[in-house]
């Protein structure tokens, strides 16, 4: 399995890759990716400094152009698909179906994988972006249970890669207008979730108010860790039940799992977080290198080391948020 | 069918259940519906693979009579689809080999591809032009927008595309805005979703979900989570249909859909002035209207017809 590791910054990029990134996957500048934040992302300079880095190490770049071509500015995207090609990308992973169409037409010798933002959840799916536009991967979408992931590893001829560790996504990735609905720009749409411009942290006698587009999200007692106020980690009230209705600040970790995806053919392990700093990215790369190594060598005696959690628990987000009463069991 | 710059007289479509109902209230509102003056009605199961008061055979002899009423029966194909049972259904719907579907996943797309005309539906993330005219060329007759897509950005993508193809609008209820693997639901009366005891069709119109402060935000429904406030896109009729929207998407509500229904009725036979309908649709709405999506705010936002 091949480990694919993000990239906000350069930095990040060169972490990733001498920790032991098999594949880092990175932005332009703007909204043509869906991670959209100020100071992330790349511009021609540092992404060709980046691809000449990666491939002097054996590591491949792969430019993430995963947002809807908006109305009026479609071609910025179509553009950002020639510039990848041209500063020589081992891959674009694309959401649009209309831009794969251009890139697989413009460029049919570039790499295409199909982005988690594609909403792709079954092989019939897949199978269209591959037959359509001959797409190489598809990043699954994190709602599938495993024997779900193995049946459509099972029918298609695309390599499939899932999500190993990070923010986890509650909602089908493409499929979330959330942040639109209380922000006017979502993920699909500006290539971000919550902006952090619709953010309003307000300090009030008894607690510490998060609001996002006016919205309040959360209040924060003192002495609680203040989560970054995304849609659907925030308290909300339900038949005046106080809770996480949609889940708790919590990360995705599938390091036990490892040697069931390796079993059943996953071509590729992803690490979410280009909005994550350089610390964060070496340590998740270099302890998933380690585990994804061992896993390899010896699958029957893989196990999770107690250490490798404990690197990893160091650069969760501060968001462990105590689960306490409200805490409803997910399965 | 050439699409012309001149205002057409639009369809009014009653969009897919989005509620889990009790087979008594869902065959009664079916019932119902028959006589409203609606075009187009969308059935069938979209959001949760579990629900089971009626089955496809169900909907698709409901399609039967709403086609023997003189309207366009569509089925409509799930909005997530996860294992085999689900694919199992969506191929049935696909293959039914008499109505027309409506696909709101990728997998029915390539099903239906070259082979019969289908609509592509609001979960297709259909932003621009070019990927709207990749699925005309699959086969799709008609396309539900996206409900992200402000009024400009519609026009925009129809003014751009060579495309032969209706469009639909989401035009009133509340907004689908998101779906998840999770049942939201059954979390919240802690169960788990493969032992969910079917709870969610205690809410005839969703969970209300509100702030901290009281203030209603968002409805779970199932796996799927929608505004709590309404979207009216009445007052922009005349708009709509000069940027060439064929069809207007009614979302069902379980109290005074017929009132919603004839409201749009009126403005779409001229009877009423799209102002004046929209008043009189203030009384069928079951909670506060919203519009932010059609002027590219915030869904959320209500400018209303600024008159």
Same mark, same amino acid.
């Given at each position: 399995?091949?480990?694919?590791?993000?990239?906000?910054?350069?930095?990040?990029?060169?972490?990733?890759?001498?920790?032991?990134?098999?594949?880092?996957?990175?932005g332009f500048r703007g909204a043509t990716n869906?991670?959209n934040?100020?100071?992330?992302?790349?511009?021609?300079?540092?992404?060709?400094?980046?691809?000449?880095?990666?491939?002097?190490?054996?590591?491949?770049?792969?430019?993430a152009l995963n947002t809807?071509p908006?109305?009026?500015?479609?071609?910025r995207w179509?553009a950002d698909?020639?510039?990848?090609?041209?500063?020589?990308?081992?891959?674009?992973?694309?959401?649009?179906?209309?831009?794969?169409?251009?890139?697989?037409?413009?460029?049919?010798? $570039?790499?295409?994988? $199909?982005?988690?933002?594609?909403?792709?959840?079954?092989?019939?799916?897949?199978?269209?972006?591959?037959?359509?536009?001959?797409?190489?991967?598809?990043? $699954?979408?994190?709602?599938?249970?495993?024997?779900?992931?193995?049946?459509?590893?099972?029918?298609?001829?695309?390599?499939?890669?899932?999500?190993?560790?990070?923010?986890?996504?509650?909602?089908?990735?493409?499929?979330?207008?959330?942040?639109?609905?209380?922000?006017?720009?979502?993920?699909?749409?500006?290539g971000?979730?919550?902006?952090?411009?619709?953010?309003?942290?307000?300090?009030?006698?008894?607690?510490?108010?998060?609001?996002?587009?006016?919205?309040?999200?959360?209040?924060?007692?003192?002495?609680?860790?203040?989560?970054?106020?995304?849609?659907?980690?925030?308290?909300?009230?339900?038949?005046?039940?106080?809770?996480?209705?949609?889940?708790?600040?919590?990360?995705?970790?599938?390091?036990? $799992?490892?040697?069931?995806?390796?079993?059943?053919?996953?071509?590729?392990?992803?690490?979410?977080?280009?909005?994550?700093?350089?610390?964060?990215?070496?340590?998740?790369?270099?302890?998933?290198?380690?585990?994804?190594?061992?896993?390899?060598?010896?699958?029957?005696?893989?196990?999770?080391?107690?250490?490798?959690?404990?690197?990893?628990?160091?650069?969760?987000?501060?968001?462990?948020?105590?689960?306490?009463?409200?805490?409803?069991?997910?399965? | 069918?050439?699409?012309?710059?001149?205002?057409?007289?639009?369809?009014?479509?009653?969009?897919?259940?989005?509620?889990?109902?009790?087979?008594?209230?869902?065959?009664?509102?079916?019932?119902?519906?028959?006589?409203?003056?609606?075009?187009?009605?969308?059935?069938?199961?979209?959001? +949760?693979?579990?629900?089971?008061?009626?089955?496809? @055979?169900?909907?698709?002899?409901?399609?039967?009579?709403?086609?023997?009423?003189?309207?366009?029966?569509?089925?409509?194909?799930?909005?997530?689809?996860?294992?085999?049972?689900?694919?199992?259904?969506?191929?049935?719907?696909?293959?039914?080999?008499?109505?027309?579907?409506?696909?709101?996943?990728?997998?029915?797309?390539?099903?239906?591809?070259?082979?019969?005309?289908?609509?592509?539906?609001?979960?297709?993330?259909?932003?621009? @032009?070019?990927? =709207?005219?990749?699925?005309?060329?699959?086969?799709?007759?008609?396309?539900?927008?996206?409900?992200?897509?402000?009024?400009?950005?519609?026009?925009?993508?129809?003014?751009?595309?060579?495309?032969?193809?209706?469009?639909?609008?989401?035009?009133?209820?509340?907004?689908?805005?998101?779906?998840?693997?999770? +049942?939201?639901?059954?979390?919240?009366?802690?169960?788990?979703?493969?032992? +969910?005891?079917?709870? +969610?069709?205690?809410?005839?119109?969703? =969970? @209300?979900?509100?702030?901290?402060?009281?203030?209603?935000?968002?409805?779970?429904?199932?796996?799927?989570?929608?505004?709590?406030?309404?979207?009216?896109?009445?007052?922009?009729?005349?708009?709509?249909?000069?940027?060439?929207?064929?069809?207007?998407? =009614?979302?069902?509500?379980?109290?005074?859909?017929?009132?919603?229904?004839?409201?749009?009725?009126? @403005?779409?036979?001229?009877?009423?002035?799209?102002?004046?309908?929209?008043?009189?649709?203030?009384?069928?709405?079951?909670?506060?209207?919203?519009?932010?999506?059609?002027?590219?705010?915030?869904?959320?936002?209500?400018?209303?017809?600024?008159?």
């Amino acid at each position: 399995m091949r480990l694919v590791c993000p990239a906000g910054t350069p930095p990040s990029l060169k972490a990733a890759v001498d920790h032991g990134a098999d594949d880092v996957y990175l932005g332009f500048r703007g909204a043509t990716n869906a991670r959209n934040f100020a100071g992330l992302n790349f511009d021609d300079r540092t992404i060709a400094e980046g691809i000449a880095y990666a491939h002097r190490k054996g590591a491949r770049v792969l430019v993430a152009l995963n947002t809807f071509p908006q109305p009026g500015t479609a071609q910025r995207w179509e553009a950002d698909v020639d510039r990848a090609a041209a500063l020589g990308a081992d891959a674009i992973i694309v959401a649009d179906a209309g831009l794969l169409r251009y890139a697989s037409r413009a460029h049919p010798q $570039l790499r295409l994988h $199909l982005s988690v933002q594609g909403s792709a959840t079954n092989h019939e799916a897949i199978n269209f972006y591959h037959e359509r536009f001959g797409i190489a991967r598809a990043v $699954l979408p994190r709602v599938l249970a495993l024997e779900q992931v193995e049946r459509v590893i099972g029918r298609t001829p695309v390599e499939i890669e899932v999500f190993g560790f990070g923010s986890l996504s509650i909602m089908v990735e493409g499929r979330c207008a959330l942040s639109s609905y209380a922000t006017g720009e979502s993920p699909n749409t500006h290539g971000g979730c919550s902006p952090a411009k619709a953010i309003r942290w307000q300090e009030t006698k008894e607690a510490l108010e998060s609001r996002l587009g006016g919205v309040l999200i959360d209040r924060f007692a003192p002495g609680e860790n203040p989560g970054y106020p995304t849609l659907c980690r925030g308290r909300f009230e339900v038949n005046g039940d106080l809770y996480y209705p949609f889940e708790e600040p919590t990360s995705l970790n599938t390091l036990e $799992l490892l040697p069931k995806l390796q079993a059943m053919g996953a071509a590729a392990v992803k690490i979410e977080g280009r909005q994550r700093s350089p610390r964060y990215v070496e340590t998740v790369t270099r302890v998933w290198r380690a585990a994804l190594d061992e896993c390899a060598a010896q699958p029957q005696r893989y196990r999770v080391r107690p250490a490798w959690q404990e690197a990893l628990a160091e650069v969760s987000e501060g968001r462990q948020c105590t689960l306490g009463a409200y805490h409803r069991p997910w399965k | 069918m050439e699409m012309t710059a001149a205002p057409a007289s639009p369809r009014i479509a009653l969009g897919p259940l989005t509620y889990y109902w009790p087979r008594g209230r869902t065959l009664d509102f079916y019932s119902r519906a028959l006589s409203w003056p609606v075009d187009i009605v969308y059935l069938g199961e979209t959001v +949760c693979s579990r629900r089971h008061e009626l089955r496809l @055979a169900d909907w698709i002899d409901l399609a039967g009579r709403f086609a023997d009423a003189g309207k366009e029966a569509v089925l409509s194909t799930y909005e997530l689809i996860e294992n085999d049972a689900d694919l199992r259904i969506m191929r049935q719907v696909v293959e039914n080999g008499r109505f027309r579907v409506e696909a709101n996943d990728m997998g029915a797309v390539r099903l239906l591809s070259g082979r019969v005309p289908f609509v592509s539906g609001p979960f297709l993330n259909v932003y621009n @032009a070019s990927t =709207l005219e990749l699925l005309a060329e699959c086969g799709a007759m008609r396309w539900v927008a996206p409900v992200e897509l402000s009024g400009a950005g519609l026009r925009d993508v129809l003014s751009a595309t060579t495309a032969n193809i209706e469009t639909e609008l989401f035009a009133f209820g509340r907004l689908p805005l998101a779906v998840s693997a999770r +049942c939201f639901t059954a979390r919240y009366h802690n169960l788990s979703k493969d032992h +969910c005891e079917y709870r +969610c069709i205690e809410d005839p119109e969703g =969970l @209300a979900l509100t702030t901290q402060d009281g203030e209603p935000f968002l409805v779970l429904n199932g796996v799927q989570t929608q505004s709590a406030r309404v979207q009216n896109l009445l007052p922009f009729l005349p708009e709509a249909l000069a940027m060439g929207v064929n069809v207007l998407r =009614l979302s069902p509500q379980p109290e005074r859909m017929e009132e919603a229904v004839e409201a749009f009725a009126a @403005a779409v036979r001229g009877d009423l002035d799209a102002v004046e309908a929209s008043r009189r649709l203030a009384s069928a709405m079951p909670a506060a209207p919203c519009d932010g999506y059609w002027h590219g705010r915030a869904g959320m936002e209500h400018v209303g017809s600024g008159t």
